[in-house]
């Protein structure tokens, strides 16, 4: 009775494993077991399934061969292909196969265009062991920036720009101003004067204090005349920059002559400013004197008006006594401004001594 039992028992345990076996890797969702050897072809390797039959390969491990040269029957040279045995590096799978050309060993023979710091350059090369020509190829930039003499510069450092190429950026030794010797300029005729102080390496004007000039008007009145009749300034309501302005009416189409009445400088003296009137109309290169803009009323901009230009319906022109302008009708806002240059042809960076900001009405 015994033995019956153990031979059911058997049985059905070999059944079970039988069972098991099969559906290890025969049922829809197999359960592989991977062979720790590698299979392979002339392109990939991978594990297979060891069940006998699977034709299952493992899909994490399938990759190209890792190729290595073993052993040399023919070298290669820069003019013909070797041929040589190749290993895989993964699964040892072997191969023979040709060795690739080796690279001409070029010199330069003539240079089409010369390499800088950060361009290619073209020349014509030869082979040193095949003797083979090859024409126009690269050259490589040579990396060597050349540095300027001069100093290039901003408010607050100086430096060299290589001028080895004019696209290249870099630059060298680089480093902040450092104050030198102060310069001064004394106050000249009716001219500020000034006190410079530069960079002591490169020169570039570190600061600049003005020396303000006493003799300068600091106060003219306007005196708008036409046919001998004197026409009245009024007071505005309104202020340009925090300063008040005047009105004044004039007649379309009439000639009128503006002159420069009861100039006192800083000191206390009076200045006869009609006597030299042509000083201080300006004419685009006087470095000081008076000066006449339009005011465009919408956009807040000034127009400097040259002398014997038209702007606005306004035609100006001076002679050596007086400033004679004629309008159109219309209403116009006219600044007029005596103002001192620093000696540097540059009025604009110059002390606003008087200005009166006139609003023109003309019928």
């Known amino acids: 009775m015994k033995k019956k039992i153990l031979s059911v028992l058997s049985l059905g345990l070999g059944i079970l494993v039988s069972t098991i076996s099969?559906?290890?890797?025969?049922?829809?969702?197999?359960?592989?077991?991977?062979?720790?050897?590698?299979?392979?072809?002339?392109?990939?390797?991978?594990?297979?399934?060891?069940?006998?039959?699977?034709?299952?390969?493992?899909?994490?491990?399938?990759?190209?061969?890792?190729?290595?040269?073993i052993s040399t029957d023919k070298a290669a040279t820069c003019s013909a292909e070797g041929k040589g045995r190749y290993k895989c590096s993964v699964c040892g799978y072997e191969k023979d196969d040709v060795i690739e050309k080796l690279p001409h060993s070029l010199t330069l023979t003539s240079t089409l265009l010369a390499?800088?710091?950060?361009?290619?350059?073209?020349?014509?090369?030869?082979?040193?062991?095949?003797?083979?020509?090859?024409?126009?190829?690269?050259?490589?930039?040579?990396?060597?920036?050349?540095?300027?003499?001069?100093?290039?510069?901003?408010?607050?450092?100086?430096?060299?720009?290589?001028?080895?190429?004019?696209?290249?950026?870099?630059?060298?030794?680089?480093?902040?101003?450092?104050?030198?010797?102060?310069?001064?300029?004394?106050?000249?005729?009716?001219?500020?004067?000034?006190?410079?102080?530069?960079?002591?390496?490169?020169?570039?004007?570190m600061k600049t204090e003005v020396i303000p000039n006493k003799k300068a008007p600091v106060s003219y009145d306007l005196q708008f005349t036409a046919g001998g009749t004197t026409v009245s300034l009024i007071p505005g309501e309104e202020e340009y920059d925090g300063k008040p302005t005047y009105k004044i009416n004039l007649v379309a189409g009439t000639v009128y002559k503006t002159q420069l009445v009861n100039a006192v400088n800083a000191d206390g003296e009076e200045l006869n400013l009609a006597a030299d009137i042509s000083w201080f109309i300006g004419t685009g290169t006087d470095t000081h004197g008076l000066r006449v803009y339009l005011r465009n009323d919408r956009s807040g901009s000034e127009t400097l008006i040259e002398k014997?230009?038209?702007?606005?319906?306004?035609?100006?022109?001076?002679?050596?006594?007086?400033?004679?302008?004629?309008?159109?009708?219309?209403?116009?806002?006219?600044?007029?401004?005596?103002?001192?240059g620093i000696n540097d042809n540059n009025y604009h960076t110059g002390s606003i001594r008087v200005e009166h900001v006139v609003r023109i009405t003309a019928a």
Do not use: M
């Open 115 to 205: 390499p800088s710091c950060i361009s290619p350059g073209l020349g014509n090369f030869k082979c040193t062991v095949c003797g083979e020509s090859v024409k126009e190829q690269t050259i490589e930039p040579t990396g060597a920036h050349i540095y300027g003499s001069s100093y290039l510069n901003d408010e607050n450092n100086h430096w060299h720009k290589c001028i080895a190429d004019e696209r290249c950026t870099a630059i060298d030794a680089v480093a902040p101003h450092k104050a030198g010797l102060a310069r001064t300029t004394q106050p000249n005729g009716w001219l500020d004067g000034k006190i410079d102080t530069p960079c002591g390496d490169c020169g570039y004007i």
């Open 308 to 340: 014997y230009s038209t702007y606005g319906g306004i035609t100006w022109g001076n002679n050596s006594s007086d400033i004679n302008f004629i309008v159109s009708k219309g209403e116009y806002t006219v600044i007029f401004r005596y103002q001192t």
């Open 22 to 69: 099969f559906s290890a890797c025969k049922i829809d969702r197999p359960l592989h077991i991977w062979s720790q050897d590698w299979s392979s072809n002339n392109v990939y390797h991978w594990h297979a399934c060891t069940d006998n039959g699977c034709p299952a390969k493992d899909e994490a491990t399938i990759a190209k061969h890792e190729f290595e040269l």
